[in-house]
DNA sequence: ACGACTTTTGGAGATTCTCACAAATACTCA
DNA sequence: TGAGTATTTGTGAGAATCTCCAAAAGTCGT
């Protein structure tokens, strides 16, 4: 039996394997260690009965996403994050996870990381929650150590990374040797993505979307900066098959969740093309500014556009707006339209419209607009004469098109 | 019997009428007298029997186009404007033309008119011959006279037409006072119709287009005028019902017209907007520059198209141009195409360019390919597939469409 | 020259689209 | 209000398109 004075973590600990034996040992349970990113950083092995969710994080050497996923939703996670107090978790059987008990390690108002124990011979006491305290706070220096360890890597990551978008590193040797000091295997095709932010990304935030991107398993991101209200992401697309998909996928996956956990929204996700050479990525970060600039202009019209290639005619959107200010051009057949409307109070302009932008299905923009096709048909029909539109020339279609969507915004 | 040596027209006479009364009692049949452009400018009364173009030439103080048409055709014409003897011209019932004698009247190198007599109670002789050059020496005069008071009016057709084209006369009255002096009734609406030349207009074309001017008779010309390599028309559209169409035509009527007649080819027609205001003349004119330095740049583009608003995307294809110069982009769907094209040997983008100029049907695109509808089908999706192009996207069509016409441009 | 692969062509059948017509309803102007 | 016009909806025939399948022809690398 254990003397409530004593605390047997006080001791200076060789490494975090021998605090998390210890714990193991004193406690009579298994324990894992996570930093705040769940990345595991010890587990003891006294004890060989577990679950199946301990032996897939000892296996990947971090907690496995749907775990964190259900964490965060049951409601673990945040109050982990909110309290210095241990937290029982019920079993959950669907995703490998037994009973046990978690603890926050702290530094001050930051979580460093947090202190499993696996309930599987006993259940733990209030006395253990006390031991549990202790243990957390004995780990916070160790946590620590690694942390300045840490910091002072990411320093250096952020240095080269930098380097690389700005072009001031451009010698293909020279950057191999960078990312082999750096410990990072350099993938032969990469794409540079970028979120950008509403505002400024506070430390805290920072915080988070670190989080976020290390508990994310769906990518392999070799490096990652934050530029005021950008992240700016360095990531690797070797055997992707459906690249561009799955980037989007990604990126809808972190707005979302950054939306869901942090209640940080309007995040304009944009990705550069796939490169091969590490030189050209400053190519890639002007190719993802340029897409950000132009879905800044056009918000509305660029909303669901992620790539330069996919921009089309809103690449050259703002020449078109530029010339169109500074000559008086009306579409003729627009403005017949426009005044037809006015005069039967009707919405040709508006049926036109759908029409073009349901590449002139008669059906599908006919249920758009819930009317029905032979509606939709005459309709057209009537567009036809009144703009005397014939609507077999391509040529006279895009105009309709673009005028359309340039007018649409020069009312905005 | 008339004597050799004396001539029945050198006495002076009063009016053109006289003379031709004269000529018609010495030569016993009815005659007319025209000007250059087949006005009627004097015709016999003595004799009343006649044959139906005479008819109708008096009733319309000019002779019918038809008529005209046929004298060119059948070589009348061409021969009045090369020789000075009188030419004979057999019936020709399909048009109401009985047999006749015409004879040209000439100053220097220059026919002024033609005197036409008809054969309707006798055949001309030798001698008749011999006093129809007597008369037509004894016209000349009086033609010229008629001349000098043309050209004079002419000179203040001319000028009004420059000031309204520049800009210079802008006062509605003020407008509407000088059509009233120069007895021109002014069309509620106008188009301004320009022909571009190839070279400078010569005064020997400028006679010839002035005459194709005058005999046409499916337009309301008010003002014309010739500026360097430009025809200049001003063109009543008042009870027109089709009038793009209308102009159109005779655009087509005039080019075809002065490349059979005078062998003077490449002229560029181009039309303005309707304008209903006199005063908005000088835009009109600045509208139908625009489209001809347009039609200059994209010359095959733009074969077909005459007015602003049909010109669609090709009103700002040289800003695309710019830009598309200015930067590295290249469409990532061609460019796949365009590789496997080499590879291959192929022709997808061929396909490609086909189909969406084909407005994407099917049918009249397999057509134009001679290939089978199945094997576009194929293609179209093989081009889908390798180009990861979606169809379905108006966006992205409406890219290509204009990317693959941009490459074209600048490969030539 | 062989096999693997791509491309072309043809046809049958299902599905969708288009078009003309008719009837019903709405709107307009005197 | 009532005739005349504009608009919407339904129906059905015919055309066009799509989906399969299969055979033939062409191409490429070895």
Redesign the interface.
């Known amino acids: 039996m254990v003397n409530h004075v004593y605390d047997p973590f006080r001791s200076d600990f060789e490494s975090l394997d021998e605090l998390a034996d210890r714990i193991s040992q004193v406690l009579e349970c298994p324990v894992t260690i996570e930093d705040a990113n769940h990345r595991l950083l010890a587990y003891s092995t006294h004890d060989e009965r577990t679950d199946s969710a301990r032996i897939s994080t000892i296996i990947g050497r971090r907690v496995p996403e749907k775990v964190i996923n259900q964490l965060w939703k049951q409601g673990t996670i945040p109050a982990l994050l909110t309290t210095k107090e241990p937290i029982r978790v019920k079993e959950m059987n669907e995703i490998g996870l037994g009973h046990r008990v978690a603890i926050s390690i702290w530094k001050q108002e930051e979580v460093l990381g947090f202190i499993w124990a696996l309930e599987i011979n006993k259940s733990l006491t209030e006395e253990d929650f006390s031991l549990l305290r202790k243990a957390a706070e004995s780990a916070k220096n160790k946590l620590l150590q690694l942390q300045t360890r840490k910091n002072k890597n990411e320093e250096r990551f952020q240095e080269f990374f930098w380097k690389l978008l700005t072009g001031h590193l451009y010698i293909q040797e020279e950057i191999m040797e960078h990312f082999h000091t750096l410990n990072i295997i350099p993938a032969s095709s990469y794409v540079l993505l970028v979120f950008q932010f509403q505002q400024n990304v506070t430390s805290k935030e920072e915080q988070n979307i670190s989080y976020l991107l290390k508990t994310n398993q769906h990518l392999k991101i070799m490096l990652y900066t934050i530029d005021c209200n950008q992240l700016i992401l360095l990531v690797s697309t070797d055997n992707m098959q459906n690249t561009f998909k799955e980037l989007t996928k990604f990126a809808h996956f972190f707005v979302f969740k950054m939306s869901e956990r942090y209640n940080i929204t309007n995040i304009t996700p944009v990705f550069s ?1 796939i490169y091969y050479d590490y030189s050209h990525l400053k190519k890639a970060y002007t190719e993802t500014r340029e897409i950000l600039s132009i879905k800044n202009q056009f918000p509305n019209e660029t909303k669901n556009i992620y790539t330069y ?2 921009l ?5 959107f703002n ?2 707006l530029q ?1 169109r200010k500074s000559e008086d ?1 009306e ?3 627009l403005k017949k339209l426009g005044e037809y409307d006015q005069k039967h109070n009707s919405n040709l302009i508006e049926t036109l419209d759908v029409y ?2 349901k ?3 008669i059906n599908d923009a006919a249920k758009v607009l819930n009317v029905h096709a032979n509606t939709l048909n005459y309709r057209l029909k009537r567009i036809a004469e009144i703009g005397e539109i014939d ?9 309709l ?2 005028d359309l969507k340039l007018e649409k915004h020069l009312r905005m």
Not at 312 to 316: A, D, K, L, N
Request: positive net charge.
């Open positions: 093309s290639q996919r089309g005619i809103y690449r050259f020449i078109l010339k051009y579409n003729y057949a073009l932008n590449d002139t299905n609507f077999k020339d391509p040529n006279q279609k895009i105009t098109y673009i």
